[in-house]
């Protein structure tokens, strides 16, 4: 009798209550130690997102714990970000001009910079009725353009037809289909014949080939289609340059984002080579020298 007929549990380590806070400070924990820029703000997005809520939400309840379930989702995207996936792609979203998009990896993430080239539009244009988002990934621009002229159609070209496919749930997300149309093809290869536009706006791949494997890990597995910008990072700006004047209406508008150092090029050199018109310039968030503006004359 006596003791023999107890059965005593040890919770192991692993099994003790996890609280949203013990789990927020040790996954920033762990990413800052990796190097990760931001940890802080990755372990909110990434431990929300688990619990499918906002960030707010963690702050608030603190002392909530875990479940089984939640823990074991949880511990799986904490090493796809160690592993060098960002967190927009474990996420699957990613925020851009206020405005929430699917991402997947056959997508470059939203960025920052780009909302630069949306806003250089808003500033600029008023009214176009038809709109060309050239390199559409995504669909963030096409999407940000449509909600800013609301009177207008835009098409939006990808050779990437995974990256449609994102674009089509994007466009979808935000009850835009109507107004929205997706063509697969090279890029003004893609558009329906004689079509001519008051405004086209591109984020093309401009990176320096040379370059792409200096870049962060994260971007490094982007797709290379969206990064690869050739020798000097200009081979398809040059392309775009030299095709645009057909497609814009007279007093149409191009605007490019690229990296800074082939803006005094395109500014100066080919905008006036190839559409008779030198670029305005816009910088980004950062202060560098982003997007270039170049208007046909009416
Ligand atoms: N801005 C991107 C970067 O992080 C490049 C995007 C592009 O090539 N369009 O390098």
């Known amino acids: 009798m006596g003791g023999g007929d107890r059965v005593w549990y040890t919770r192991p380590v692993m099994e003790q209550t996890w609280t949203l806070k013990a789990a927020l400070d040790w996954i920033a924990e762990d990413l800052r130690r990796r190097d990760i820029p931001s940890p802080r703000l990755e372990a909110e997005l990434l431990l929300s997102a688990v619990l499918q809520t906002d960030r707010l939400y963690l702050y608030t309840h603190f002392d909530r714990p875990l479940d089984d379930a939640e823990r074991g989702t949880l511990k799986s995207a904490v090493s796809r970000r160690r592993a060098g996936e960002s967190a927009a792609v474990i996420i699957g979203k990613k925020e851009f001009w206020s405005l929430d998009f699917e991402v997947t990896k056959d997508v470059l993430v939203p960025r920052p910079e780009t909302e630069t080239l949306v806003e250089a539009t808003v500033d600029r244009v008023s009214a176009p009725s038809r709109i060309l988002d050239l390199c559409c990934g995504s669909g963030c621009i096409a999407v940000a353009l449509a909600t800013e002229f609301p009177d207008a159609a835009v098409d939006a070209a990808d050779l990437s037809g995974a990256a449609l496919s994102v674009a089509a749930s994007n466009v979808a997300r935000h009850n835009l289909a109507h107004r929205i149309s997706l063509y697969e093809g090279d890029l003004f290869d893609a558009?329906?014949?004689?079509?001519?536009?008051?405004?086209?706006?591109?984020?093309?791949?401009?990176?320096?080939?040379?370059?792409?494997?200096?870049?962060?890990?994260?971007?490094?597995?982007?797709?290379?289609?969206?990064?690869?910008?050739?020798?000097?990072?200009?081979?398809?700006?040059?392309?775009?340059?030299?095709?645009?004047?057909?497609?814009?209406?007279?007093?149409?508008?191009?605007?490019?984002?690229?990296?800074?150092?082939?803006?005094?090029?395109?500014?100066?050199?080919?905008?006036?080579?190839?559409?008779?018109?030198?670029?305005?310039?816009?910088?980004?968030?950062a202060g560098r020298e982003r997007v270039v503006c170049l208007r046909l004359p009416v």
């Open 191 to 285: 558009l329906p014949v004689g079509r001519a536009y008051d405004l086209i706006a591109t984020n093309p791949p401009y990176v320096i080939d040379a370059e792409i494997n200096t870049l962060a890990r994260e971007v490094r597995a982007e797709p290379r289609m969206a990064l690869d910008g050739g020798p000097d990072g200009l081979a398809i700006i040059r392309r775009i340059l030299s095709d645009a004047g057909a497609f814009l209406k007279p007093g149409g508008w191009l605007f490019i984002e690229m990296d800074p150092r082939q803006v005094p090029v395109v500014a100066r050199e080919l905008g006036p080579r190839c559409l008779g018109v030198a670029g305005d310039v816009v910088p980004d968030l």
